[in-house]
């Protein structure tokens, strides 16, 4: 159920040492949320356990770098990437996502593990532009050619950096002095 929510222009911030910390079934439904989750978006459990995590998912970002994350994590690879997240009072926060594919004993799928915390603004100064620039290229775009189209403009930009692939550039930006 994703819920109708205006979104203000009031950032909230994790603290230095906060974990955002969740788990989803194979479909993106959320199973688990821990406190910190909770408070920073203000959405109780109840409301966050067996909804999709796109809940938190804010208009600002593109749904390119969300099928990048799916089309990674879907071939068992582990993503990392920087999100603008809403709240259930229309204020966002930005993290630095690690998501992880999370197999039972048997090594089958049954769902995925994600850890956020506190991004550096010197990432966000980076990102940001190429993520309003994504948004513009979706808008210009149909509706199903639009996550492919920005997408595309991301893995260019992505090369053009020299980074070995997306991957690689966002943990050169979460380092504390970036690229």
């Excluded at 749904?63 to 259930?88: H, I, P, Y």
């Excluded at 769902?111 to 532009?129: F, Q």
């Amino acid at each position: 159920m994703k819920l109708s929510i205006t979104p203000t222009n009031h950032e909230k911030k994790l603290g230095a040492n906060d974990f955002i910390v969740s788990k989803t079934d194979t479909s993106g439904r959320i199973t688990y949320s821990n406190r910190i989750f909770m408070e920073i978006c203000g959405f109780p459990e109840s409301d966050l356990l067996g909804v999709q995590h796109n809940i938190i998912r804010h208009p600002d970002m593109p749904r390119g770098v969300f099928q990048f994350m799916w089309d990674t994590l879907k071939s068992g690879e582990e993503f990392f990437g920087f999100a603008k997240n809403l709240c259930s009072d229309g204020s966002f926060y930005w993290v630095f996502a690690n998501i992880t594919p999370d197999y039972d004993k048997e090594g089958k799928l049954k769902g995925y593990y994600s850890v956020r915390r506190n991004p550096p603004e010197s990432a966000l100064n980076i990102i940001a532009p190429i993520y309003k620039e994504m948004l513009a290229i979706e808008r210009q775009s149909s509706t199903k050619e639009a996550p492919f189209k920005s997408l595309a403009y991301l893995v260019d930009t992505v090369n053009s950096t020299g980074a070995a692939n997306y991957n690689n550039l966002i943990l050169n930006l979460y380092k504390p002095n970036g690229l």
